[in-house]
């Protein structure tokens, strides 16, 4: 998500000092800065607050109705000194325990279970029981309480090896899912080399590096040992003995949590490196989510085709093999995510799942609706510091409605039936700024308006009791229920069965999942409820036989069950069976597929892995007709298999008059996607097409490919040599004169301003500051001529290297002037829409800030802008690369393996070979300029400012 650990104290600062300026006071006298606006049958109470605890990232909440906080107090210790803040960072960070004791709706104890060298920022926990499970990079820890003393007896680290040491993209909370495993996931911060306990290795990474110093080397194509290549961030499954680690997911930026519901479906949100592009999404077993492209090898910037908008590249969803995206929530910065499955607060919130959105100050809510075999989720703001959503885009005076620093970091659901809103009072989210000082937190709860929730008292030595447990709303106390009603054996299944005619559907789930683990007895009912006529029984109980491998004997019998997400659910399951037992089941799969499902495309396309010839084979087989003349089936299935059989058949739809022009496109990108020499001569012949736009998106996947899949399959013809113009030699004579130590130093400036003024010569200037033989006093000299350089790359990178006279501009000047928003749009088409997108104008070099008004408020966004190097914009940070031969890039890295692209500071990219590359350096500071560089004094900054706040 990309988000820092900040709060109201900084801002006050900062705030105290506008209100002596402006004579006003620091809140909207009108509005309660702690008031939370919710549906109206529905109250928000404070539960607890800071001293109890410090910046919460993530709770759980147990039996007794305790909640468990993890602090991430030493979260980004690098950034300042510990006095400057408050600090543990000898000690290790806190695991929390709050309770209301006397039951008056407000937690009055704060104890500390553990302070633990070990934790450093843990952004995960889990209390099933005397276990509680913490996730904290490198480590998912077990502490386990023998005695009940709310004090640990034992640690046991019971995997390691996640990457992202202090790091919000790293290792997020654990869950306890209705088979009774446990489920989890890990941001994109790798590598992740982790190897269980039965000795299976995970090893899964990307090009992605940066965040902390500590995340350093990091890589894609890596396999680990089911052969496949897993990449970016993962949902992870393992046995509660560390047994059984399994990918269920992958490619995702970073998924703070993932959270099932009791039919076994798991959910999701992800947070984006731009500003409009988060989302939620219901994450299937085996889905790609598509951040980065498939190998893990380069960033969605580096795939984006023309045409594209950001939502579709950012997430790759116009490529074979990728999920569908789900919800675009726009700006923000997604956080925690619970299924609410409960009846305390009435039957019009039972299915609802809560997506907290630190960024925008708002927690989503959504009633899943089934479509295909996928769903359709339709948003709404439930729980929010603004009374409506339009008013936290047009504040008045943003700097002084401290509203805006509500920001929900996780949510959780009680046994009392209660949702448990876990917040830091925070005025700024992204970048890693790190400007917290206090720890400020606190925790709201949400209850019916008018009526008292209290929590059950459960007997978990008894049958009943422990139903009770298996029953509660509370996710990991349903672990206690299904764990002691496992132990009983099948002696419980008369109790279960009846659990089975429950009023809430969710309970019958439960009893499903439990019975299958109930030996052959327990087996023999589940089999029976796969003829059941509630379509959500049959897919639990299909997947609950799945859970204990004693589904192979019901695969043909449910693929053709009318319910698309049990026909899922099957081609999921195919993935591990031999294509010889396989093959009737995919022949039905696909006689089924009514080419219009995406989900069950891509669930058949992940079940082909490996064997997609002989599975495309079926359809052809099934579908004998011409190219020019498919069905939607069979070109959606041509699509999503890409087979190297299907190139002729492809070439020919692709340049086919009579194709549609999208289905033209949609051949050309299966061609892209099969990486054998064919295609890449089928790509060829259709650059020539007559068709201009074949031709035209022919030649740029030609340009594209040759930079990664397809840069060993033909003899590509090489860019030819600089041709060294007289006017060139002559910049090259200047060069030498510079660095000539033998000559006056007047000669040697004289030399550099005549480079300076000249683009090409302030590229030879920026390669002589970066190799080290630019004296100081030499660029001292040119410093302001290089920043009117003709070539924008030039006067960008000056920047990085290159002093220049000017005032300090202050923070708090903003306070002290009125924007003029006109004149500020003007600035930004003549200053930034060079790099930046806002609405319809500009470049997309930079990153889009159309709706950054959303995501900052007026003090945040300008100290983005004055400081532009304090906040880095994931997969905007920029690098020199130097070649062998001497020659210098500067850029943003695009994609990273064999090929190494850059984008420099005007757009341009250049591709290299890895084995050219004599050295990688990070550099320093943003590439984008300070305001002195830009000519931009304070006004300007103040109706610049003022200008992308007030956009609609």
């Known amino acids: 998500m990309t988000r820092t650990l900040s709060h109201r104290w900084f801002l006050r600062v900062v705030l105290t000092t506008a209100v002596g300026f402006l004579g006003v006071s620091l809140t909207n006298p009108a509005e309660d800065p702690a008031r939370l606006y919710l549906p109206e049958d529905l109250e928000a109470t404070l539960w607890a607050e800071a001293p109890l605890f410090h910046n919460p990232t993530n709770m759980d909440i147990d039996a007794h109705g305790r909640v468990w906080i993890t602090e991430a107090v030493n979260y980004r210790d690098f950034k300042t000194k510990p006095e400057e803040r408050l600090s543990h960072r000898t000690q290790g960070d806190r695991i929390m325990i709050l309770e209301d004791k006397d039951g008056d709706g407000k937690a009055e104890t704060a104890k500390v279970f553990v302070q633990d060298s070990l934790l450093t920022a843990p952004l995960g926990i889990a209390v099933i029981g005397n276990k509680v499970i913490v996730s904290c990079a490198p480590n998912l820890i077990v502490y386990t309480d023998d005695d009940g003393d709310d004090k640990p007896d034992s640690r046991e680290v019971l995997l390691t090896g996640f990457g992202g040491y202090d790091h919000d993209h790293s290792l997020h909370s654990l869950v306890a899912g209705p088979d009774g495993r446990w489920f989890f996931n890990v941001g994109n911060a790798g590598p992740h080399i982790v190897t269980d306990r039965s000795g299976w290795t995970l090893r899964s990474g990307s090009l992605y590096t940066g965040g902390t110093p500590y995340n350093k080397e990091n890589q894609g194509n890596q396999k680990s040992d089911d052969g496949r290549v897993w990449v970016g961030g993962l949902a992870l499954r393992i046995n509660p003995d560390g047994t059984g680690l399994k990918v269920l997911g992958h490619n995702f930026r970073n998924s703070y949590e993932v959270c099932l519901d009791s039919y076994g479906n798991m959910w999701q949100n992800d947070n984006d490196d731009q500003v409009i592009t988060c989302r939620v999404s219901y994450l299937p077993e085996n889905g790609n989510a598509g951040y980065f492209a498939q190998d893990g090898t380069r960033y969605w910037q580096a795939d984006r085709r023309p045409g594209q908008d950001m939502f579709t590249a950012h997430w790759h969803q116009e490529d074979p093999g990728v999920m569908p995206a789900g919800d675009n929530t726009g700006a923000g910065s997604p956080t925690g995510i619970v299924f609410y499955e409960g009846d305390a607060l009435g039957p019009q919130y039972r299915g609802t799942l809560l997506s907290c959105e630190a960024g925008r100050n708002v927690v989503f809510g959504y009633q899943p609706q089934k479509q295909g075999a996928g769903f359709k989720l339709t948003r709404r703001d439930l729980i929010s510091s603004f009374p409506q959503a339009s008013e936290r885009y047009e504040w008045f005076e943003t700097d002084q409605d401290t509203r805006k620093w509500f920001r929900p970091s996780d949510i ?169 037992e396989a093959k009737g089941t995919f022949a039905t799969l696909i006689k089924r597929f ?79 996607f099969i990486r054998d020499k064919k ?29 990664n899949d397809w840069a060993e399959l033909l003899d590509w013809q090489q860019a030819t040599a600089q041709v060294l113009t007289p006017a060139y030699l002559q910049l090259l004579e200047l060069k030498k004169r510079v660095v000539d130590k033998n000559l006056p130093v007047e000669a040697r400036i004289e030399a550099a301003r005549r480079l300076a003024t000249d683009a090409q010569g302030g590229n030879l200037l920026l390669d002589l500051k970066v190799q080290g033989q630019l004296p100081g006093n030499i660029s001292e000299a040119i410093s302001e001529l290089i920043f009117k350089n003709p070539d924008q790359n030039v006067r960008v990178l000056a920047s990085q290297f290159f002093p220049r006279a000017g005032k300090v501009l202050k923070v708090d000047f903003i306070a002290r002037m009125q924007a003029d928003a006109e004149r500020g749009k003007v600035l930004f088409g003549t200053r930034c829409a060079t790099c930046h997108r806002h609405g319809e104008a500009g470049a997309d070099i930079g990153p889009d800030l159309t709706t950054i008004h959303q995501k900052f408020d007026k003090l945040g966004l300008l100290d983005a802008i004055v400081n532009p ?39 341009q990219r250049h591709t290299l070979k890895a084995a050219d590359i004599k050295s990688r350096e990070p550099l320093p500071n943003s590439l984008m300029p300070e305001p002195t560089a830009l000519g931009l004094d304070e006004q300007a900054l103040a109706d610049l400012t003022g200008y992308l706040m007030s956009f609609k």
């Open 679 to 707: 295609a890449a001569e089928a790509m060829v012949s259709l650059s020539k097409s007559s068709l201009a736009d074949v031709a035209a998106q022919a030649q740029w996947w030609l340009g594209f490919r040759q930079t």
């Open 869 to 907: 190097s304090a906040s880095l914009v994931f997969g905007y940070e920029a690098y020199t690369i130097t070649t062998h031969q001497g020659q210098t890039y500067f850029g943003f890295l695009l994609s990273d393996g064999a090929t190494v692209v850059l984008k420099d500071a005007a757009g």
């Open 412 to 580: 959780a659901v009680g046994p009392d039936g209660a949702w448990y809103l876990a917040d830091w009072y925070d005025p700024i989210v992204g970048g890693h700024a790190m400007q917290d000082t206090k720890g400020y937190g606190r925790i709201y709860r949400i209850t019916p308006k008018g009526k008292k929730l209290s929590t059950p008292k459960l007997d978990l030595t008894t049958t009943a009791g422990l139903i009770d447990a298996l029953k509660s709303p509370a996710v990991n106390v349903r672990a206690l229920g299904f764990e002691g009603l496992k132990k009983k054996g099948a002696a419980v299944l008369p109790a279960l069965k009846q659990v089975l005619a429950a009023k809430n559907p969710y309970h019958r789930a439960r009893a499903v999942w439990l019975m299958a683990q109930l030996g052959e007895p327990g087996k023999a009912e589940v089999v029976k409820l796969l003829a059941a006529p509630d379509a959500n029984l049959r897919l639990t109980a299909f997947r609950a036989l799945r859970s204990v491998e004693a589904e192979r004997g019901y695969l043909e019998k449910m693929a053709t069950d009318p319910d698309a997400a049990i026909r899922h659910e099957v081609a999921v399951a195919l993935r591990e069976v031999p294509f010889a």
């Open 594 to 672: 009514d080419g219009q499902d995406p989900w069950l495309l891509d669930a058949l396309g992940n079940a082909a892995e490996g064997r997609e010839g002989p599975v495309y084979a079926l359809a052809q087989a099934m579908y004998p007709t011409e190219p020019e003349g498919w069905s939607a089936p069979r070109a959606q299935l041509a699509w999503r298999l890409h087979p190297v059989q299907a190139v002729d058949e492809l070439k020919v739809r692709a340049g086919s008059v009579q194709v549609p022009e999208a289905e033209r496109r949609k051949a050309l990108t299966a061609l892209a």
